[in-house]
């Protein structure tokens, strides 16, 4: 178990860095029973889940465009990453930048693609996984060397951090977690602590979670929006992705 020990203020940007690694301990018991867990992970590492919207505020906002998971473990000097879905269909690259601000693009799998349609194998005019019964493809770990006082925000004297870069007709856009100087627009990625599972394609994050324009509106309400899913509508369409493939995605 891992915790955040103090408060943060999304809208003055003060307070914690949300790293939940300010205290972690393990419990040990005489449980009984056995409760498999294949994703378990016996070291404190924590869970992060990144995604993104790539098209500004015309977009969607189904936070599916470019999904990923990153994997630490504190004062370790290597971060897992994942590449989960490719939702959108602009060319799009993962960048990490290290605390002395030099980047790179993060390099997927065998292939060494930068950009993530074609490192899952797809044109960018494919949607991948994101859609219910379409395109699945097995998710790419990739690791990255990172400080031991890497936090998955990047803020003061830990400014590591990873961001998507967009190609658009008019240019190149990066995208990452807001700093909170850009009060009033919409997010275009939200850090969910955890294994969260995104919208299906073209379903809006508050169609899929409702609590979360709620917390959006009043963020000390609905903190628990991101586990309150709605997994099909009244016409049981599927609004929240769920890999059904007989092929498992590889974990770290
Ligand atoms: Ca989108
Ligand atoms: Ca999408």
Known sequence: MTFEDEFRDDLTNKGTNADYQDIGFNITGHASGNIPDADMNTENAFTYTLAYEDMGTVGDFDFNDVVLKVNYTSGTGTAYVTLCAAGGTLSVKVKYTDNNSSTQYIKWGESQKEEIHDAFGYSSSSMINTTAGGLTVESINQTINVPADFSIKGIGDNPAKLTIEVTKDDG?????????????????????????????????????????????????????WWSEGVKTDKDGNILIWENTSTSSASSN
């Open 172 to 224: 190149v856009t990066e995208i990452g977690i807001p700093d909170g100087t850009d009060k009033g627009g919409a997010p275009q990625c939200i850090c969910i602590s955890g294994n969260w599972e995104w919208p299906t394609e073209r379903t809006h994050i508050d169609v899929a979670y409702p609590g979360f324009g709620k917390w959006g509106a009043g963020y000390t309400t609905y903190l628990n």
